[in-house]
């Protein structure tokens, strides 16, 4: 042993430095297997600036880990640094979630919760909610909807500025046949011959040939002034005569279309004013003839009247009639009307003559005629 106070030899005096990688050492420290065995410690070489050695744990008890020191947070990440917890102030504070951590808003702490939709398939079996129509189809209807009310309201609108009905065929045959004094020939409502079976007395047959044809033209003059004054609620467009004769040119008979401005309303009315009150039997309201140069009718006028009819149509804005006479010209005293003169046993001059049938007979076939031309098949018995 040296002595006291000697130096230690330099080969015990230091160990040679451990190597680069020897900051954590291969061999576990010894630091307390020495203090067992009675040992003097050896303190093993440390790196300047290195942490130092701690005991090895030789137990097998449970321990917390402390958190790691911001200084340890790797460099250049983004790992937030843990935040100090603070001791609620008095009594212990319910724990409430980070708003941060949270999915709803940042102050609303409550769950956000949605319901599901039930879903289907469409034609491309692509899945859709139950609960609507895809949008594209949904804006179709609406643009469809728009537009069905848009012309049904057109349509509404312009039947209430035009005055219908709400009956078109009724209300077009109606209108047709105001205008056909311009758009049938004449040939058609006043036809050159017109025969009459069964429209004789007892039956008879009847022939009618056309003479003469009236210029068409107002209602000026054409009528008695009381006649005139009893049609003028209705108005006069246009007013069409011709004159007949018989097969032996023995009668003579003018049948008129006089064309209304009224409606079918005033032409009911008209109607029926001329059936409760008569007017179609009176005398002073009699229909005048037209008379043609060169004709069997030359001699036709007022003074030769012996029967007569007047139809107000409530179909057509028409007024029927016809006046029938004794080709000869001569004047008549006690005329008849028609619907009289045609009766069994009427004794009267015209009605032993047939001149109520002349009257009746023809007034009927054009009225036929004018029907047939707006397709209305109404006839009246002869």
């Known amino acids: 042993m040296p002595p006291s106070g000697a130096a230690a030899p ?9 190597s680069p990688s020897a900051r954590f050492p291969d061999a576990a420290p010894t630091v307390g297997r020495d203090a067992l065995r009675g040992g003097a410690a050896q303190v093993p070489f440390r790196r300047p600036g290195a942490p130092a050695q701690t005991p090895t744990e030789t ?36 724990r409430t979630p980070d708003p941060a951590l949270s999915w709803s808003t940042p102050h609303d702490p409550r769950p956000l919760v949605s ?22 189809q ?11 009310v848009g012309l ?10 035009a005055g219908d009905s709400g009956d078109d065929g009724a209300r077009s045959a109606y209108t047709e046949a105001g205008d056909l004094w311009h758009s049938v020939p004449v040939d058609q409502l006043f036809p050159p011959t017109l025969l009459g079976k069964g429209a004789g007395p007892g039956g008879a047959d009847r022939t009618w040939t056309r003479v003469a044809v009236a210029p068409d033209g107002d209602c000026a003059g054409a009528f008695d ?47 029926d004013r001329f059936e409760k009150q008569g007017l179609g039997r009176r005398e002073d309201l009699m229909p005048l ?53 045609i009766e069994s046993g ?25 029907r047939k031309n707006i397709g209305t098949p109404t006839e009246h018995p002869s």
């Open 10 to 18: 330099a080969s015990s005096a230091a160990a040679p430095p451990p």
């Open 59 to 94: 137990t097998a008890r449970l321990r917390p880990i402390p958190a790691a020191p911001e200084a340890e947070t790797a460099a250049g990440t983004d790992v937030p640094a843990p935040r100090a917890a603070v001791p609620p102030a008095g009594p212990a504070a319910p």
């Open 115 to 136: 319901f599901g939709e039930p879903e289907g398939y469409d034609g491309l079996a692509r899945p859709r909610p139950l609960g609507g129509r895809p949008r594209p």
């Open 138 to 148: 949904a804006v179709a209807a609406a643009v469809c909807l728009v537009l069905g």
């Open 152 to 161: 049904l309201t057109g349509a509404v609108t312009g039947s209430w500025l």
């Open 225 to 271: 002034r009381l006649l005139a004054k009893a049609l003028d609620p209705v108005g006069c467009s246009r007013l069409l005569r011709a004159t007949y004769t018989d097969a032996t040119q023995s009668h003579v008979t003018t049948v008129g279309l006089l064309f209304t401005k009224a409606d079918a309303a005033a032409m009911t009315a008209l109607a």
């Open 289 to 341: 003839p037209y008379a043609a140069k060169d004709t069997v009718a030359a001699g036709f006028g007022a003074p030769q009247r012996a029967s007569w009819t007047v139809s107000v149509l409530t179909d057509a804005p028409v007024v029927v009639y016809a006046v029938s006479g004794w080709a000869d010209g001569r004047t008549v005293d006690d005329p008849e009307p028609a619907e009289e003169a």
């Open 346 to 370: 009427a004794a009267s001059a015209p009605a032993q003559a047939g001149l109520g049938h002349e009257a009746k007979g023809l007034a009927d076939r054009v009225e036929r005629a004018l």
